[in-house]
Each structure stands twice: as C-alpha cells, then as structure tokens.
C-alpha cells in the first residue's frame, strides 16, 4: 500500500514537472519553429498583436493564433536577417563587442578580488566585503542613475566604455568566487606558502586551477547576463547604431515579428553553446560540490 | 570515469568547434553584408540640378490635307454600278472612278414626261379658248390637231436611246467575237486534223502474218526430240548403275589375296581392264559408260535445238505484238480524227451562226442608227405641226379683238403654260448636255478623299460623289494649341517633323493661327503649309520651337515623375554608417515650369547641385535604399 502511495506520488510529481518543463520550453520552441515562417504567415498569426501599433493595417486573423508547424517551411527571415540586411549582423557584433570585454575582465579582476578577500587580512576586508555584498542586493535599476551621471561626468556617455566599465567592477562574480574561494582549504595555502611560494604562485597554481568550476559558471552567468542587457544600453548608448541586438529585440514592430524569430534563434546559439561547453562546471560552480580533491 | 571524462572532453571540443564555425559564418557574412546588401539594391543613375535655358516645344498632330480639293458631281440620276477607287487612291486624269448602270437618267425621263405633260395642257388650254367660235376654224384645228398626233405618233416610234445603240454596238462586238472564236476553233481543227493523218500515215500500213504455227511446231518437235533425249539418258543412266553394281560385286574379291591393299575403285577398273567381255545382258561395262556419254552429248544437242526453238518462237511472238501495238495506235489516231471531224461540222455550224447573228445585229444597229437620225427629224415635224397648230390658236384668238378680263386671264394662263413648257425644255437641254456615257470619269489628278456614294445607290442630280484632293496644289496640316502655347510662336516659324519614318525633307511652316472653332476661345488653330514627300491622309507629328528662358533649377526629363499628389523628384540622401554609405532616394514635391525635349524646368524644394535620379533598375518608392550606378 505504502509501495503504491509512494509510486502514485512519484507519478504526480513527474507530471507536474513535466507541464513545468512544457510551458517553460514552449517559448523557445514557438520561436524557432515560428522562425521557418513566412512573413504572411507571421502576420497571419500575429498581426493582431500589432494591430495597437499600426492603425492602417488589417489583418487576416482578429485573433492570436500560435502555431508550431508552419504552413510552408522559409528560410526567407533568415535570408533577409544575414543576407539582405547588415544591420543584424552589425547589431550581432555590438554585443559581441560589448560582453566578451566584460567577461573577460569580470572575471579577472573578480578572481584577484576574490584572492584578496580570502588571503589578506584586515580591518576592511570584512567591510569592504560586506560593501560588495550590499552593491549586489540592489536592483539594477538604483545604480542605473548614478551610473548615468558618472558617465556623463566621465564624458563617456554613448560609448561603449560606459557599458564595459561598470560590467568589469561588477559585484556578482566577486561574491561568488570569494564564497567559492574560501572554501580552499587554509592548510594547503600554507603548506605552499612552507614550500616557498609566493602569492603569485599560490593564485595561479592553487586558487584558479581549484575554482575552475566557479569561474566557468561566472563566465556563462556573466556572460548570459550581459547578452541579455536591454535597460543599460538604451539608456546609455543613444546612438542605434552601436546597440547591441538584444535591444532591437526588445523593440521589434509588426512588421518585424517574423525576423524577430529568426534574429532570436541566431542570438540564442552563442549562449547555448557556452553552456553546452560548461553545463559540467557550472552545475558543479552553483552547488559548491567538489572543492577540495584528494 | 575515465571514459566518461573523455566523452565531456569530446563534447566540449564538438561544442568549441561549433562556436568557432558559428563566429565564422558570422565574420564572413558581416564582411559579404554591404556587398550582398548593394546586388539586392535598386541601382540608380543620378544628374545634378542645374540652372540654364529651356526652349519648350509645342508638339501637335494632325492629318496633311490638300490645298484644293475637287468634288466630282453629275448631272443626272444614274444607278451606280461600281467604284472603281477606294478612299486614299490616287487618280490621274481621265481615270475611271464609277461604272454606271446600263440606261437613261431616270430624271431626263421625267423631265420629258413632264414637258409632254405641259405641252398637252398647253394644247388644252389653246383648245378650251372662249374666242373659238366659227366652225371652219374648228375645223382647222381638229385637223392641225390631230397631224400633231400624228407626228408625235411617228416620231415616238423612232425613239431610240443612246443605251439601246450601245447596248446593240456592244452586241455587234459580242457576235463578231463569237464569229471570229468559231473562225479560230474551225482553224485550230483543221490544224489538229492534218497532223492527225501525218501520223496515221506515218504507221506501217502492211499487215503482219499472224501466223506462228510454223514456230510452233519447230517447238514442239524440239521439245519432243527434248524429251526423247532425256528418256535415252535415263535408260542409258539405269543400264550403267545396273552394270557398275554387278561390276562392284564382283571386283570386290579380285585378286584380294595378291593385293589386298587396293581400294574397290581400283579392283573395279583393274577387273575391267583383265575382263573387257565381262558385263551385263550382253552390253560390256565401257559400253554401257560410253552408251551414257552418248546420250548426254544427244541431250545437250536436243536442249540446244529446244532453246533455239524457242528463241525464235518468242522473237515472233514480239513481231506479232509490236504490229498489233502499231494498229491499235492507228485505230485511236482514226478515233481521234473522226471525233475532231465532228468537232469540225459542230464549229462550221456555229461559225454560220455567230454569222447570222452578227448580221442580224448589224442590221439592227443599222436600224436603230437610222432611227436616231429620222428621229430628229420626225421631231421637227412634230415641232412644225406644233408651231401650225399653235398659230392657227393664236390667229383665231387674236382675230376676235376682244379686250374683256376673261381674255386677259387666258392670255396670263397661256403665257404661264408656254412659260412652264420653255423651263423644261432648259433643264431638258442641260440633262442632256450632261449625259454621259457608263462611266464617270476622274477631271483632275490627286488623292481621294471622300466617296459620298456606294455601289447600287442613284446619283443626285449636281451632288457631290467623290473628293479629289489635288496633289499639286500644295498641302495644309493644322492643329490645335493654348492660346498661351499660340502667343509664344510667330507666323513663318518652322516646324521639326518627328517620328515620319515613310517621307524625306518634310518642311512644315506656320502659315496662319486661326481661332479653334472647337476651342470655345481657349485655344488656336496653328496652320502649317506642308512641303515635301507627303501625301494627303499623312498623319504628321510636329515640334515648332517656343521663345527660350532662363530658369534656375533644371532637371532631366526623366527625373520628373508624378502621382496623384502632383509632380516630384526623387533626390539621394547619403547617411553614414559603421559600414560605410547609405544612399536614401528622398521625394521631394515640385512644379513642373516649362520643359522641352531632355529637361524641365521646375521650382519646389531644391537646390542647384541636389542629386536627382533619373533612371533605376527597379520601380522606387520614397525612403528606399538604393546603390549608386558604378562610371
């Protein structure tokens, strides 16, 4: 009886997780099957959902209509996307542009912060800490001004610089790798330090090579945070032309419905392939687990 | 655990190499971007705005007439056979232009009833005069009346119109055509007959003996010879087997003990050699090998003899075909030669014929002929008796003297009848003046125009039938203009002909401007003398040239496009961008000012050197991107 209770609930809950999974997966699933149709199809299904931004227009269907098979296979958003229109692929590169500076130097000056917060001692440290801590609590949206006016300060507005910088110094990845970094274990940095080694050493050949897991995880969460961006970019790039593809996303109209697919589609695989790369690390990274071997 | 690392580090080297494949698909279609972008680009062929003169032209068309045209009438009521030209034919002078019916116009018939009619009422009118009153004038005029009768009576019956004359002398034409056919089939006859009896005579006349018995039995007898020879040969063939196997018997165990090695033939002939007198039913075995050449040389020689037999049998038997080919050709050729014979009588027959009837038709020419002549005079007479009679009217009606208001009355109703009687006479006079034959003629050279009148309808007595546009006059081409395009040219300015590809050396020249009948005061008629290699019915296209101005922003022709917003030009915007120049085709709203045949003048929103496009290789609509055409 306990057997079959026990199977009954185990059935109940695959169930429930498998509708979770269903209703988070079917937006990626809508926009790449969505991205093999057609503009009038596209308009067909959606153009309802514009029809408020564009008065002139009548559309076919006066209701949504989602749809995962399309009526005719076309590859035409993708041609008009990376063939007929540099401005995509230019947008592309934006963002390109922008993240890899920030994952790169995130990551580097968070591992020397990281060393520091774990290695030295001082009456700071702890405050300074609890600073980062703080700065990582609020929302993006409180620092958006100050950063704003810096950069207007800084003569830095509409460029680029005004994105990468406060990317670099971003508290996140500090947190987590001093979080990760704390949990070396003390005896092996001095039984280094016995043998000879200085911190130079110590950070290269002790801290980094054990906190790989975490600094994978923080290059793909950074890295996903950053490719995402809407809010930094439209207000501290006004010019169009060097925002990332992430914003045109966020802006698209109805005529664009369908390109936004495919733009989504191509914009999805960068992502998806740092993952694939690091899915290991960055479950291992998240949950703390092996940080110590042997 | 091993393995399973290798599977991760497998995956992440696939993964590594596909983000790499990915980034270089994205590198190279990023640097292809602008080149890919600009082949999908309309592209387009700009020109500068600029300022300057513009000469406009007023264009016009029209159709070349001739200066002088010729209405061709007649004066008779005449059935319309046939129209001999169509419009836009050219005649010369004295070309045919109608065939009419066969007959008299049915108006001077009228006419002549009518005076007829007149004379008669006239004659009554003299008859029923209150001043007749003796009986010997009576008397008189019963007599002088009925001798007009007896004139008019006389004469009618000579009537003969010109058609009937006609109509006989064509006649006359049609028998002695006939008569001269016969003449001709008779002499090609006689023609056919002669040679017909040349090659009758040309024919081996002497008959082939028919006979090929003789032939025939040499055959036979060869034949029988033939086969007797063979019957020989088979008995002598029938002996010799019969002998050669008793021989083969018998040698078959000769001398074997001695030579065992010798073969059957070598027995047999050694046998025969040692034993000449051996054999069979008393002939020898060389006797009967002799008796069986023998026969085969007589079946040889008998074959011979058959195969000359037959020759010769078969050389007759030609003989005896080409002499029967020979007279079967003969007997056609008689066939033949009678049958034109008959032909001949049949020809004969109806040359005499045609013959009697030319004569008959030339007596009845001649009759007729003779008729109009004695008609004219006939006519006289009656006109004599005529003038006796009303003579003898007037004499009694003047001897009575008498003034009273009746009389005046009648001399009023007289004068009116006789009045009547001299206008149809007149018209009478003119009809007949202008009676012509069966076909209206062509009276002047040129081009026609117009033919009021279809085959099968009646002709108006002076209505015009056809339009002849005289082609040496001289040619005329209007057309209509604003009386705003009419103040800007003056008389005596050429024109440019455009688009004549049939004529050479066209010279038009503004001779008049004219008021537009059809222009209700808005408009002129510009009237061009027109020289050189056209014709009447040409349609022509002109271009005379307006006096010049200066105007400051000028575009091509081909810039100025226009919708139902009015005129504009389409000018190219430059935008930068990261990857280099965007050009925009940018509308902007004009007036179009004057233009002549490459540029208009226009005012709007311009400024001299602005780009404008003038050509692109695909329809533009505002605020499209477009590629600049390469130099």
Redesign the interface.
Known sequence: MRKAMYALGRGLLFLTALLFAIVFLMPTVLTITNSFMSGTEIAANYGVVFSSLSNTTTYISDQVNLKFIPDQVSFSQYATA?????DY??K??NSVILVVPIVIFQVAVAAFAAYSFTCYRGKMKEALFFFYIILMLMPYQVTLVPNYLVAEWTHLLNTRWAIILPGIFAPFSVFLLTKFMRRIPVSLIEAAKLDGAGDWKIFTRICLPMCRSALYSIVILVFIDYWNMVEQPIVLLSDA?KQPLSVFLSQINSGEVGLAFAVATIYM??TL??F??GE?YLVEGITYSGSVKG | MDTKEAL?GK??GW??N??II??AI?LV??FF??T??NR?LPEVATQYVSSGTISAKIRGSGTVTANSAYEVKVKENRVIKTVAVRKGDTVEVGDVLFILEEGESTGLQELRDQLDDAKYNYRLLLLSSPYINTSSDSREIERLKEKVEEAIEERDLSYVTDAQIASAESDVTDKEIAAETAANQIEDLDEKIAELNEQLAGLSGGTVNADLSAEQKALDAAARELNSKKTELQTANLIYGRAYEKLSEIAATWEIEYHPEYSLEARMAGYARMNPGAGLDGITYSEAYEKITDAKVALEAAQIAYNDAQTAYYNRLAELGASSMESAQASSLKAQLETLEEQKKAAEKEKKNADKALEEANALLETLKTKKENYKMLDDAVKAAEDALEDKLISVQESQHSTTVEKTKFDLDVEKAKKQIDELQEKIDKYEEGEGGDTINAPVAGTVTAINISAGSTTDYDVSLMTIEENDRGYMLSFSVTNEQAQKVKIGDSADVTGYYWGSDIKATLAAITNDPAGAGQSKLLNFVVEGDVSAGDQLNLAISQKSANYELIVPNSAVRSDANGYFVLTVQTKN???GNRYVATRVDVQVLASDDTNTAVSGSLVSYDYVITTSSAPLTPGQLVRLVEN
């Open positions: 990376l063939l007929k229109s540099p692929l230019l592309f590169w032309e695989v960068p392939l740092l694939l790369h290991d | 991760r995956r992440r993964i590594k596909a983000a990915f980034l994205m279609l990023t971007s602008n890919i972008m999908s961008s990261p990857l």
